[in-house]
């Protein structure tokens, strides 16, 4: 199985603050990685898929990047509604896997 | 627009099999341009993929759960389904139906369920 390693586990940001999440996987997945937001009680919602393309209806402040091994999630200015949980998730081969999460706090 | 809905018993006793059902609605399961997944969630182990089904009833399991999973399509009620045997406490999660395209650079669950809590207690 690919391994996802995020990082870091949880941070600590101001509403406007620029964040960056960094997602790692264990061999090459090229740009096969995407992010979802998580928040309490609620189901994943997709965010970014092949690394850098935003899903309709995801705000533009939402950034990706990467290919290869190592990726980033980027928020250019943190809002309220932002705090969650973010993953990234693999769909280069199967088992599909995700990251163990980056819990985004104030 | 399309929607899943996840139905089952919140409770199984150990060494029993858990059933879950996704229903389909705004769209069809029997569209051949989707895969059908059920993906768990557990504070151990965090977001973990079961498995998917086609319409055509051609399924994918995680090695680590194959030998307990079978997933199943019941077209005529625009359902899949989910059974896991021989649960353990470790089976204990909060279990989600999504969907996935075919298209292998769309291969990112764009839709989710609500999410069902299953405990596995005596």
């Known amino acids: 199985d690919i391994q996802m390693t995020q990082s870091p586990s949880s941070l600590s940001a101001s509403i406007g603050d620029r964040v960056t999440i960094t997602c790692r996987a264990s061999q090459g997945i090229r740009s096969y990685l995407n992010w979802y937001q998580q928040k309490p009680g609620k189901a994943p919602k997709l965010l970014i898929y092949?690394?850098?393309n935003l899903q309709s209806g995801v705000p533009s402040r939402f950034s990706g990047g990467g290919s290869g091994t190592d990726f980033t999630l980027t928020i250019s200015s943190l809002q309220p509604e932002d705090f969650a949980t973010y993953y990234c998730?693999?769909?280069?081969?199967?088992?599909?896997?995700f990251g163990q999460g980056t819990n985004v706090e104030i | 627009q399309v929607q899943l809905h996840e139905s089952g018993p919140g409770l199984v006793r150990p060494s029993e099999t858990l059933s879950l059902t996704c229903t389909v609605s705004?769209?069809?399961?029997?569209?051949?341009?989707?895969?059908w997944n059920w993906i768990r969630q557990s504070p151990g182990k965090g977001l973990e993929w079961i498995g998917n089904i086609f319409y055509s009833g051609a399924t994918n399991y995680n090695p680590s759960l194959k030998s307990r999973v079978t997933i199943s399509v019941d077209t005529s009620r625009n359902q899949f389904s989910l059974e896991l045997s021989s649960v353990t406490a470790a089976d204990t999660a909060v279990y989600y139906c999504?969907?996935?395209?075919?298209?292998?650079?769309?291969?990112?669950?764009?839709?989710w369920g609500q999410g069902t809590l299953v405990a596995v207690s005596s």
């Open positions: 998730q693999q769909s280069y081969n199967a088992p599909r896997t």
């Open positions: 999504a969907r996935t395209q075919v298209v292998v650079a769309a291969r990112y669950f764009d839709i």
């Open positions: 092949a690394a850098s």
């Open positions: 705004g769209g069809s399961v029997s569209k051949s341009d989707y895969y």
